[in-house]
Each structure stands twice: as C-alpha cells, then as structure tokens.
C-alpha cells in the first residue's frame, strides 16, 4: 500500500499528538492501554526508519563499541522516548513544582539525545 509522502513521513508525530490528547482529557485505563498502544507504535516506526536510513554504519564485530555501551542496542535506541513519555506523565498528571522541574529536565534530555542521533547518523558533509 502506498501513502504519499506527507501522511507517511508524518504519521508517528500524528500518533504522538492523539496520545498527548487523549492523556490530557481523559482519565480511564482503556485510554491509558490505547495511549500506549500508540506511543510504542509511533517510536517502534521512527526507530525502525531511523535503522534503515541511517548512514553512518558501524561494523558488527567492533569491539571498541561492544566494550564502550553497556547498554543493549535496543534499549539505547528507545531511552530517548522513554524518558519523554515519563517526562508527559508527569506534567499532565501532577501539580507538583519538584516533580514538574524533573519532568522538564526529562524531555531536554530527551531532545539532547534525539538531537545528538539524528546528527550523528548523518552523512558527513564532504569537500568535493
């Protein structure tokens, strides 16, 4: 099935926006089941693209890398999301100012990690 580029390349960030919905105007276990469904839905399809478009392939048998990460590959790659899907809970959920302030610090450290991948798996400009 063939969608057009702009529903495709947009459709994880539209799963995003109907979860921030339904989390900030509805309060039942149904939602918070649906919200799930859809957020690991939205970053499973932005890891995966992520995987497949990336530029910058690392060799499997490096060790250097295997000894640096102590982290599991699939961990590393959804961290990001799920420091942020924390990071929404507790905005959209508390009233405290401790736990409002641990939250934003969250999602910045959600967007330094998102930031510092997206650059990293770019094609280095060349010279020529």
């Known amino acids: 099935m ?16 109907v979860c921030a919905y339904l989390l900030a105007f509805y309060d039942s276990w ?3 089941v649906s919200v799930g469904l859809l957020y690991c839905a939205g970053c499973i399809t932005l890891v995966t ?25 699939w961990i590393y790659e959804y961290l990001p999301y799920g420091y942020f899907a924390v990071a929404m809970v ?6 405290s100012s401790a736990l ?11 967007l330094r990690n998102l930031l510092f991948r997206m650059n990293n798996r770019r094609k280095a400009k060349s010279l020529f």
């Open 2 to 17: 063939y969608y057009p580029k702009f529903i495709y390349e947009n459709l994880p960030y539209a799963y995003f926006l």
């Open 30 to 32: 149904p939602v918070f």
């Open 49 to 73: 693209r992520s995987e497949y478009r990336r530029v910058d392939r690392r060799k499997s048998d490096d060790d250097n890398f295997i000894k640096k990460n102590k982290l599991p590959e």
């Open 90 to 95: 507790i905005v959209l959920k508390t009233t």
């Open 100 to 110: 409002q302030f641990i939250a934003f610090c969250l999602m910045i450290l959600a």
